[in-house]
Structure formats: C-alpha cells, structure tokens
C-alpha cells in the first residue's frame, strides 16, 4: 500500500481523497453483499429452496389510503386525512375562528 503524507496535501487533495475512499468503500461492501448473497443463493438452492423461503421475503409494503376528513372551505382541492402533522391551511382556519366541525367533509 502506498504511504501517503497527508499533511502535504491540500484541502482540494483531501477533499479528492476522501471522496475516492467513500466511493472505495461503498464499492467494497457492495461486492461483499453480492457475494454474500450468491454463496447464500446457491446453498438454499443445494437444499431445494428459494432464499425467499428461507428468509421469508415479503412483497412491497402496500400503503393504506386514508380518505380525506376534512376539507379547506375555498379550496376544495386541499384536503387533510386529520393524521399526521396538521397542514398549515388547517391552522390558519381553526386561528381564524373556523372549527373542526366547519371544516369536516360532509
């Protein structure tokens, strides 16, 4: 391995050099999972089964819409689920005197 004086480097150098070195290490770990994955691959396949069943793969998560509970009273378009952080047109309504209730979609 090549000895490298960092202190004669300058910021730019440095800056480079850590840059190739995360890129090397990324790279690494990639190989290593990719191999780890085949050697796992072929001995589920030695025993006649999938890696899947050994691991229990699951499909992609499928996210729940959640209809609109309440509705902006000039802008139909903005709606909000009431889950979740409150949306500023919300805050704005219940500040300017509108009530929960005003804004529920009926």
């Known amino acids: 391995m090549t000895d490298l004086n960092l202190n004669n480097m300058s910021l730019e150098e ?11 290490i990324k790279s690494f770990e990639a190989r290593k ?4 994955r085949d050697v796992l ?17 699951k499909g992609a998560k499928v996210k729940k819409v959640v209809e ?10 903005l709606t909000w689920s009431g ?8 805050k704005e309504a219940i500040q300017g005197g509108a009530s929960e209730e005003d804004l529920l979609i009926k």
Not at 33 to 36: F, G, I, Q
Not at 41 to 57: D, Q, R
Request: aromatic fraction near 8%; hydrophobic fraction near 40%; avoid cysteine.
């Open 33 to 36: 999972l990719a191999e780890a």
């Open 83 to 90: 889950r979740g952080r409150q949306p500023g047109w919300f």
């Open 14 to 24: 440095l800056k480079a050099l850590e840059k190739d070195v995360g890129a090397a």
């Open 68 to 77: 609109p509970k309440y509705r902006h009273p000039e802008n139909s378009a």
């Open 41 to 57: 691959t072929a001995k589920a396949k030695e025993l006649g089964v999938s890696i899947e069943e050994v691991f229990g793969a």
